[in-house]
C-alpha cells in the first residue's frame, strides 16, 4: 500500500503564498476600483454608459475586503489540514 506523506514546510510555503495572493489581489482590486472612479469621473459623466458604468463599480467595490479575507480563510484551513494529517499518522512523518 502507498502511504500518503505531506511535507508540512512546502505545504505551508504554499499556504503563505495563497495568503500573500490573496493580500495582493485586494491591492489590485483598490487600485482597479480608484481607476474606475476617474474613469467616471473624467470620460463618462452623464448618460445610460456613465450610469451603466457607475452600477458596475458599485457592484465592483462589493468585493472589497473580502480577497483578503479569503486568503486568509484559506491559509487557516490549511494549518488545521497539517495538523489533522500529522493527528492521522501520529506525528510519523
Known amino acids: 500500500m502507498n502511504d500518503l506523506r505531506v511535507v508540512d514546510e512546502q505545504y505551508n510555503v504554499f499556504m503563505d503564498a495563497i495568503a500573500s495572493y490573496g493580500k495582493a489581489a485586494e491591492e489590485w482590486l483598490v487600485e482597479y476600483l480608484m481607476i474606475l472612479d476617474d474613469f467616471c469621473v473624467s470620460a463618462i459623466s452623464e448618460g445610460a454608459a456613465a450610469k451603466n458604468f457607475r452600477h458596475f ?3 465592483a467595490s462589493g468585493f472589497k475586503g473580502q480577497l483578503q479575507e479569503i486568503g486568509e480563510i484559506i491559509q487557516a484551513s490549511g494549518a488545521g ?13
Open 57 to 59: 463599480t458599485t457592484l
Open 81 to 93: 489540514y497539517i495538523e489533522e494529517i500529522d493527528a492521522a499518522d501520529e506525528y510519523i512523518y
